[in-house]
């Protein structure tokens, strides 16, 4: 069993900042990308940024010099610094991950999700 675990969610006013984390544990070998996706009501779900096991990231350009996108490799966690919050931003957050269990399997997980609101 393999578990994502996601805190830092909240209501923040425009131009604030909002700091995500997601704690993987579990049965883990190795983890591999990890990255935070986002859906608004009505809306698909979306790739925000993500992160390789060796650090090199990718953002979606409508959060690019706004978001930041960080991994602590010995506590199985990603994190998403977001600054200069827009209204636009929110939207439920969830975090994913590809990992390879003991049994040397391959697998893609997602978090349970959490709300960021943000306010005009």
């Known amino acids: 069993q393999v578990q994502l675990v996601e805190s830092g969610g909240g209501l923040v006013q425009a131009g604030g900042s909002l700091r995500l984390s997601c704690a993987a544990s579990?049965?883990?070998?190795?983890?591999?990308?990890m990255g935070w996706y986002r859906q608004a009501p009505g809306k698909q779900r979306e790739l925000v940024a993500a992160?390789?096991?060796?650090?090199?990231?990718n953002y979606a350009d409508a959060v690019k010099g706004r978001f930041t996108i960080s991994r602590d490799n010995a506590k199985s966690t990603v994190y998403l610094q977001m600054n200069s919050l827009k209204p636009e931003d929110t939207a439920v957050y969830y975090c994913?991950?590809?990992?390879?269990?003991?049994?040397?399997?391959?697998?893609?997980?997602w978090g349970q999700g959490t709300q960021v609101t943000v306010s005009s």
């Open positions: 579990g049965s883990i070998r190795t983890i591999n990308t």
């Open positions: 992160i390789t096991s060796g650090g090199s990231t």
């Open positions: 994913n991950s590809n990992l390879v269990n003991y049994s040397g399997y391959y697998y893609n997980y």
